[in-house]
């Protein structure tokens, strides 16, 4: 047999083409990975941080920003991804209530309720949501911003926080942000409260139990985040339960109540102990 001739010319071989590859499917996005310019979503450790972003209007509730949040909540009350969550506000302020500007643009009777029915929404989200909801307030929360804070399971404001029910200054009664404070804070000193339509400072209001936590300025997003992490870690349906037995303790009261708490109690215990109840 012949030896090839090293020296000899050979063809090139055709170049391969490299071959195509596919990307990979995007992820879609989850209940909470929401693009907003009103209301910033942040998503880490099972926290969803929801960041009130009007902060040249003190984070106002306008009729678009107060639906985003209750939205908000729904959506991340049902994501499993989601444990706890933090409501917060951009800027100097935590909200300084309902937009007055679409306030008095509200002029018809139509209009009036359909706002009424929009914010008493808002402010039962909080309560409605099975996982915990925390505020983290700084600068002002007023009205039913302050309204939408104290309806959160866990208060965080910073000390230098200011918080109020000025209604009554413009003829209005605070009506819907009195459920929220007389649970909080009991039927006279919320009379109190509303009737000087003045603000109080983070420390009065830690006193009064309108807020639980008060930190360093600046701090309260922070801090807020340190609680809801520490509840995230927590047997999600413990803390469920926990939150639908004080919500139902709240409407009764005397033998009713413990007959709630009796049967939670029984319920926790059996699935603890994993038996079949009988």
């Not at 809801?228 to 009713?256: C, F, M, N, P, Y």
């Amino acid at each position: 047999m012949a030896l090839l001739d090293s020296s000899a010319k050979r063809k090139p071989s055709p170049r391969r083409k490299p071959p195509v590859r596919s990307k990979p499917p995007a992820h879609p996005k989850s209940a909470t990975a929401i693009d907003d310019p009103l209301l910033l979503h942040d998503l880490a450790d099972g926290v969803l941080t929801l960041t009130l972003n009007r902060p040249d209007k003190n984070n106002a509730l306008s009729r678009p920003l107060a639906e985003a949040i209750r939205k908000a909540i729904t959506a991340a009350d049902r994501n499993r991804d989601v444990a706890a969550i933090v409501i917060a506000g951009a800027g100097k302020s935590f909200c300084a209530g309902a937009d007055t500007t679409e306030l008095r643009e509200t002029q018809n009777a139509a209009a009036i309720r359909r706002h009424a029915r929009l914010t008493a929404d808002l402010l039962q989200a909080p309560r409605l949501a099975r996982k915990p909801v925390l505020a983290a307030v700084q600068g002002y929360a007023l009205g039913a911003g302050c309204g939408l804070a104290v309806a959160c399971d866990i208060v965080v404001a910073d000390r230098e926080a200011r918080l109020g029910y000025p209604e009554i200054r413009r003829g209005i009664v605070p009506a819907l942000v009195m459920p929220g404070l007389v649970r909080r804070v009991g039927e006279a000193r919320a009379f109190a409260l509303a009737s000087r339509a003045e603000w109080i400072g983070s420390p009065m209001a830690r006193a009064i139990g309108l807020v639980d936590i008060v930190c360093a300025p600046g701090h309260a997003v922070q801090a807020a985040q340190e609680q809801a992490r520490h509840l995230a870690q927590q047997d999600r349906t413990v803390i469920a339960e926990l939150k639908q037995l004080l919500s139902g303790l709240a409407r009764r009261s005397g033998s009713d109540a413990m007959e709630t708490a009796y049967r939670l109690n029984v319920r926790m215990k059996l699935r603890g102990a994993k038996a079949k109840p009988t």
